[in-house]
């Protein structure tokens, strides 16, 4: 499970980069982290720009609310989105992350 943390501006989320990927996407969880891959380069912050345009786009919020906080030069990176709720982010990652449980389902009847 993605350990996403409230925070006073949003939710950070935690997100595990694999640059200069052949296509950009979320690849689903790794240690608490959000997996994502782009295909830019990991060089002048083109990589963490590309997440960070990748998660706006995802998550269905402006560029603008997308920001990142540490692990410029990383694989672990924290991100931050902004005038989001964790619960709600969650909500909006649980669709894109491959493999994830979408919930309980009901038994038939």
Same mark, same amino acid.
């Given at each position: 499970?993605? $350990? #996403? %943390?409230? @925070?006073? /501006? ?5 997100? @595990? ?6 296509? =950009?996407?979320? #690849?689903? $969880?790794?240690?608490? %982290? ?7 380069? &990991? $060089?002048? /912050?083109?990589? =963490?720009?590309?997440?960070?345009? !990748?998660?706006?786009?995802?998550? /269905?919020?402006? &560029? +603008? ?5 540490? /692990? $410029?030069? +990383?694989?672990?990176?924290? !991100? ?8 709600? #982010?969650?909500?909006?990652?649980? &669709? #894109? ?6 919930? &309980?389902?009901?038994?038939? %009847?």
């Amino acid at each position: 499970m993605i $350990e #996403l %943390s409230a @925070h006073t /501006g949003g939710t950070i989320v935690p997100v @595990h980069a694999q640059p200069g990927a052949r296509r =950009n996407g979320i #690849l689903g $969880e790794r240690a608490g %982290s959000l997996r994502v891959a782009v295909t830019a380069a &990991p $060089e002048r /912050g083109r990589a =963490n720009a590309a997440i960070a345009e !990748f998660l706006a786009e995802s998550l /269905g919020c402006r &560029p +603008s609310q997308v920001g990142i906080l540490s /692990g $410029e030069a +990383s694989r672990q990176k924290r !991100f931050l989105v902004a005038g989001i709720a964790p619960e709600d #982010l969650r909500r909006r990652l649980a &669709p #894109l992350i491959p493999g994830s449980d979408p919930g &309980p389902t009901l038994p038939p %009847s």
